[in-house]
């Protein structure tokens, strides 16, 4: 059903993803420091214009309907399209849309119904070693992806009962112990490559090998732009499907456990049966991120996803507002981004997000964009 | 011996998670990172020792410990000010985030900035090195020393929380906030006295790592303050009884796990946070529990 304003969305939606797209393109396309550095002086005015005259909000509530999210899609294959032939772009919008779809995961979790996950990257790694392992028997690969993620749910389902037992600083510290457990074990177990880690080969779906560069109607294709397309696929259906749940009595029966699980227990909802479900949702969301990358990288080793690796795609989280996929994906760009098209700031970018984060905390709680109150359903028409 | 000595680190650690716990209910995960900025803070005072031609041991061994502890207690005093105490009333998860990324950028600064930060530097041995032989069983002198420089440090902590006024305020504070503000308790001040105190707990609990191993590394700290974390959570976050006991627990779990068990040694920490996350899940408030009420 097309409400009276579905023709100005359209436009907005179209207008925002192609200034969203111009925006990135200077970016990736931006050889000197001096004018990412610019770019991003620029980004940060118009975010503050934004911010004050409240446009910023509005654009950003939009972010997830089909309209928006069909516009950035388009926007995210342009940039794929204009960039097909550049292996190191392409592989950082691939690496940004996968941590994209990790947070995803972590957001389910955390965001919607209240369970912490300080072990994001240990799942992530328990996708990427299915992937590793598996991707060298006869399974089809699509299946692999959809393994990685069901071992990475199955793994954690070990953590579901320590979780329902206990809350706040105890779930976090056992997740913490769970993430540095993970990489001891990897480290110390021969069958899995040890500290060295696994080779992969490329992903691979009905004989068609992603890892080659070709041809396509007589231009030259990087092979890093069929991985990139693949997440781009990836973090639309990711996003569809976290908005689906969210919009759906399942998000209200989340909102609840997170905010008052007396309450909600009072209302009949059943506390455990919902933490399970999101956390068990969450870490196959990233279970199929880490497969992915995994494969698209070729190489995964224990020092890929250490507790720093989950803090990063914690901070994520907050840097972008908790709760808001828009901050999310604004904040997953800037994470993996900045310090690739900064490499003075390479070396410091932990002690930078670290710093950011904290300032963040401190100063601004809600993150980079606030959290929006649910609203009745139909008076967004999606 | 091992088992003892390692116990005796994790406690004093996790003393300080309880007593960060019992006054503000927070987890302050900055911790493990100001152990080895401790160890760091004596390491570099005894260069500058060594550069200002001081060579006899025990005076060394003073300013060593002397310069961890106190630089630490400051640190831990300006950590609670700038990270913990603005975030008051946020949810426990910013607080845990907001100590973990202070943690981070501690340890990223000893990484970057200290001298060679990101190779594991030599920690000199200070402790006279004799030692006695029964038949298997070596005992060394540093050992003891340090051993019963500990308790001493930890009965020590006991006494003042028990019979000072500081203790006195500290344990009121962690009672009940309102209450002991409205007894004209300066709450901010014993919140940062309280931070100092455990901070520099953990300063000596990383000189003590440091004198042990003869090495220290910028990235051991997280380690050991999950270790003393978890210790603390074990025996009940809050219970000073409990924090030493937690340290000896994981400790003896860590060894049993070494020692004791069928698979290669390595496994230790492996099957040390598999306990833990088992006990969690038997005990989730820790084994002397902290016995409050749901409020609703």
Redesign the interface.
Known sequence: MRSPGAGRRVLSAAVLAALAALLLYGFLAAESETTVGLILLGAVVAVAVGLRTGVLDRLLRAAGTPTMLGSLGLAALALVGVFHDDPFVLLLMARALLVLVACLGLHVQ?ADAGV?N?AGAAFFGVGGYTAAVLGRGALPHPLVLLASGAVAAAVGSL?L??LL??R???A???T???G??FR??L??NDALGGPQGLKLGGLRILGWSFNDDRQLLGVDVSGYAFYCLAAVGLALAAVWLVRRVERSWIGIALDAVRLDE?AAACFGISIGRWKIAAFTLGNAIIGVAGGLSAMMVGFIAPNNFT??ES?VL??VL?LGGLGNLAGLAVAALIVVWLPEKLQPIQ??R??L???L??LV??LR?TGLVRRTLRRPFGSVAA | MNGVMLGLMYALVALGFTLF?GVLDV?QFAHGDVLTAGAFAGLAAYTGLVHAGVEAAVPQLLVVVLAATLSMAVLGAVLGR??VL??KG?P???V???T???G??LR??IR?FYPGGSQPQRFPALLPSASWSMGRFTLRLDNVLMIFAGVVLVLALSLVLRRTRLGLEIRAVAQDEETARTMGIDFRRVVLLTFAIGSALAAFAGVMNGLYYNEINFGSG??LG?IG??AA?LGG?GSFEGAVLGGFLFAGLQTLGAVALPF?S??K??FA??I???L??WK??GLIGERLG?R?
Do not use: K
Request: with cysteine; aromatic share 14%.
């Open positions: 955390l912490p300080f953590l009962l320590p037992r206990t706040g600083h105890y976090a510290l056992i913490i112990a769970f540095l457990l001891t074990f480290e110390v007396t507790f720093q803090l914690v901070s907050l070396e410091y932990y002690l997000f670290s710093v984060v904290v905390l401190v709680p | 716990f987890v700038v990270l603005p975030l946020a426990s998860l910013n845990l985030l907001a973990l990324m202070g981070t950028a990223e600064c970057l997280l380690l999950v974390f978890s959570v976050l290669a390595a496994y920490d492996v946070f598999t833990v996350i088992l969690m899940t989730p408030t749901e609703v």
